[in-house]
């Protein structure tokens, strides 16, 4: 067990790599949510970056208490394990709810022309 103040200098320096890795991981899927148009493009950058962002940032502090306490933590693990699975579960939901609604006002979800039934101001909004 390492004095809480006297991380290895190894380790500090995988720490400090993993929290600026997960910080500009995340602050790159914010940009690209501010940045793209539509709604299925913005969608997908704020996953990833919520996703690897997190478990960077996680992992970080994993190594850190290990090394400190000289122990791994489960709740840790845990976080990572759930981040991982709930973020991409959600953009999944909310994609199909989109899809959805979408194709119940007979807009096509992924950019395609409009069908022959459509009306003539559908048609001229999917061009533009």
Same mark, same amino acid.
């Given at each position: 067990?390492?004095?809480?103040?006297?991380?290895?200098?190894?380790?500090?320096?995988?720490?400090?790599?993993?929290? @600026?890795?997960?910080?500009?991981?995340?602050?790159?899927?914010?940009?690209?949510?501010?940045?793209?148009?539509?709604?299925?493009?913005?969608?997908?950058?704020?996953?990833?970056?919520?996703? @690897?962002?997190?478990?960077?940032? @996680?992992?970080?502090?994993?190594?850190?208490?290990?090394?400190?306490?000289?122990?791994?933590?489960?709740?840790?693990?845990?976080?990572?394990?759930?981040?991982?699975?709930?973020?991409?579960?959600?953009?999944?939901?909310?994609?199909?709810?989109?899809?959805?609604?979408?194709?119940?006002?007979?807009?096509?979800?992924?950019?395609?022309?409009?069908?022959?039934?459509?009306?003539?101001?559908?048609?001229?909004?999917?061009?533009?």
């Amino acid at each position: 067990m390492t004095p809480p103040g006297e991380v290895p200098t190894w380790a500090a320096l995988l720490i400090g790599l993993l929290v @600026v890795l997960g910080s500009g991981v995340t602050l790159i899927g914010c940009l690209g949510f501010l940045r793209l148009g539509t709604f299925y493009d913005r969608v997908h950058p704020p996953t990833l970056g919520t996703t @690897v962002g997190a478990a960077c940032v @996680v992992l970080a502090s994993i190594v850190h208490v290990s090394v400190v306490y000289g122990r791994p933590t489960v709740g840790q693990v845990l976080i990572v394990l759930f981040v991982t699975v709930t973020t991409p579960v959600t953009l999944m939901l909310l994609v199909r709810a989109a899809v959805s609604r979408d194709r119940r006002e007979d807009r096509d979800p992924i950019g395609e022309p409009a069908p022959p039934h459509a009306r003539p101001e559908e048609r001229a909004n999917r061009r533009a």
